[in-house]
């Protein structure tokens, strides 16, 4: 079991930048697979990221270039580094955790993720 607990929402303007956090409890952090997913009003919820277990890294076209994803296992925490921000990035950012076990590991499916936070807002304001 793991239990991932977001934080660092909140409200920017565009053009500024925010860090998310993800703390993850329980054991042997380095063998998930740490993923960054995000729902706006009424869409679906969107993949944005993907931190591998093994170390591949994987971004959305909407971010690529802005976002960046981190991850310490020692402090089995993953980060999402949001810079240069738009208003179309406005929206409920959670992480999401699956056991790594495949060589290739860069799932962008949400129903792929075994593990989920509850969430944290962001809003873009111009």
């Known amino acids: 079991q793991v239990q991932l607990v977001e934080s660092g929402g909140g409200l920017v303007q565009a053009g500024g930048s925010l860090r998310l956090s993800c703390a993850a409890s329980?054991?042997?952090?380095?063998?998930?697979?740490m993923g960054w997913f995000r729902q706006a009003p009424g869409k679906e919820r969107e993949f944005v990221g993907v931190f591998s277990w093994n170390g591949g890294i994987m971004y959305a076209d909407s971010v690529k270039g802005r976002f960046t994803i981190s991850r310490d296992n020692a402090k089995s925490t993953v980060s999402l580094q949001m810079n240069s921000l738009k208003p179309e990035d406005t929206a409920v950012y959670y992480c999401a955790a699956r056991y790594g076990a495949a060589r290739y590991d860069l799932r962008r499916d949400s129903a792929d993720y075994e593990y989920w936070g509850q969430g944290t807002q962001v809003t873009v304001y111009l």
């Open positions: 329980g054991r042997a952090f380095s063998t998930y697979t």
